[in-house]
């Protein structure tokens, strides 16, 4: 089909509510390692898909996934080695006493699972979250989500929900050159939990994403959740590590984001890259709170843990850890940084370059004391990119922070393509007054 004959039959048969990427929609065909393809062949460098973590269609992943699904596929209520072997191993990329996984078929629903345990385990119901959060996309999780309940067609937040503010050091209200900021933005998760006792009420969990994304790739400052999670647990709720975008190494120098702010979680979720692009999620978590949950109420999941997704699950492990794309995230980001700050010095669109490893946020200001956001800049620069065959997207509150988590076989010579370009584009953006 043509991408017009496509666009039809999506308005036709399609929900309005999904959208698209770029002003000019992609027909994609084909993937591989970092690359999409259209349908005339041409590659697109794909420096967005955090999902597709290993590279498009890792031929070791598709053959896992072939092999089992030629063998078996059934649930959880029979025996069989992968889903043991997988929870092994994956239970051995966390720090103790993080032992008990429990498997599911997407972030979202990762997350609910997770609200679940800490309701069941704290017999509490009220959750604390970041400003801007997105956690999934069920009732329970737009809920928790001020990205989606404070935007376009959200109801508000929830009685149960309390929203802290994200410890974000360049546009917050603490920044960079505060020494306290860390401390400060922890102190008001404990405002926080202070005000709904006074109000009646009692927080089951903290849930917070370990680098917060749509809130505009932040990271957070050092010793931020280390002092949240004490204020957390000092008032008997648990602490949740959403590890849905930026687990399994992307940060490069550890497995886990939440280990760059040394700490513990009480329950982490994981999805996207798990299964590198097959729809499966995980809750790991401790077995206190595991035999906790263990009520008398099953907990049964058609697909969660199946055969396939545990082969699958265990094929990307293999990878990180047979093509070292942890360290070579560490050492790909890192340079990629570096290069993308200088084009700061000459472009002075560019505010702000942050991340660890291969998730990386390029923020865009009109005026770099003002902070006004480049929203309409960011975007033209995406578009633009898109033309010269390099995709990007945006996000942040203002949609004006340029968003990059490439597959981790994201190499060198792609960053400095990357660079390059944007070098190109940036000056010859139309530059807005507000
Ligand atoms: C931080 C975070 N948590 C949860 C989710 C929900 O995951 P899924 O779309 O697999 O349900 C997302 C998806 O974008 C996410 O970014």
Redesign the pocket.
Same mark, same amino acid.
């Given at each position: 089909m043509t991408p017009e004959e496509i666009l039809e039959l999506r308005r036709r048969h399609l929900g309005g509510s999904l959208s698209l990427s770029y002003r000019n929609p992609l027909k994609i065909v084909r993937g591989e390692g970092q690359f999409l393809f259209d349908e005339s062949g041409r590659p697109y460098l794909d420096c967005v898909n955090n999902v597709c973590h290993v590279g498009h269609c890792h031929p070791r992943v598709v053959e896992a996934a072939q092999r089992q699904i030629g063998a078996l596929n059934t649930n959880t209520r029979y025996l069989h080695d992968h889903i043991v072997e997988y929870a092994s191993r994956l239970a051995g990329t966390m720090p103790d006493p993080l032992e008990v996984c429990f498997f599911v !078929?997407?972030?979202?629903?990762?997350?609910e699972l997770a609200l679940r345990m800490a309701r069941t385990a704290t017999g509490r119901r009220d959750v604390v979250v970041l400003d801007s959060?997105?956690?999934?996309?069920?009732g329970g999780?737009v809920d928790l989500s001020p990205y989606k309940f404070d935007h376009a067609g959200g109801a508000g937040k929830p009685e149960h929900v309390h929203v802290a503010p994200v410890p974000d050091t360049y546009r917050g209200p603490h920044r960079a050159d505060d020494p306290e900021a860390a401390g400060k933005y922890a102190d008001a998760v404990a405002g926080e939990l202070r005000r709904a006792v006074l109000g009646g009420r009692s927080v089951a969990a903290f849930f917070a994403?370990s680098i917060?994304? !749509?809130a505009g790739q932040v990271v957070l400052p050092d010793g931020y959740l280390e002092a949240a999670f004490g204020h957390v647990r000092e008032a008997g709720a648990l602490c949740v590590a959403?590890?849905?975008?930026?687990g399994f190494g992307r940060v490069g120098s550890h497995w886990w984001a939440y280990e760059t702010q040394g700490v513990v979680p009480d329950i982490v979720?994981l999805?996207?890259p798990i299964g590198n692009g097959h729809?499966m999620?995980a809750v790991v978590t401790t077995r206190a709170i595991a035999d906790a949950f263990d009520n008398g109420m099953e907990y049964f999941n058609t697909f969660g843990g199946n055969p396939v997704s545990c082969a699958i699950g265990l094929a990307v492990l293999d990878v990180i850890e047979e093509e070292g794309l942890r360290a070579h995230a560490l050492n790909v980001g890192a340079r990629f940084r570096e290069g993308l700050a200088e084009l700061g010095d000459r472009h002075d669109l560019v505010g702000d370059v942050r991340g660890l490893g291969l998730f990386i946020g390029v923020e865009l200001v009109r005026d770099r004391d003002s902070l006004e956001p480049a929203t309409e800049e960011a975007s033209d620069v995406i578009n633009q990119m898109r033309e010269r065959g390099i995709l990007l997207s945006t996000d942040g509150p203002f949609e004006n922070v340029i968003k990059i988590k490439p597959p981790l076989v994201f190499s060198h010579e792609d960053a400095g393509r990357v660079i390059g370009e944007l070098d190109v584009v940036l000056a010859g953006v139309p530059r807005r007054t507000s």
């Open positions: !078929c997407s972030g979202s629903e990762a997350n959060a997105y956690h999934g996309n069920t999780m994403e917060p994304g !749509c959403d590890e849905v975008q930026v979720t999805g996207k729809p999620g």
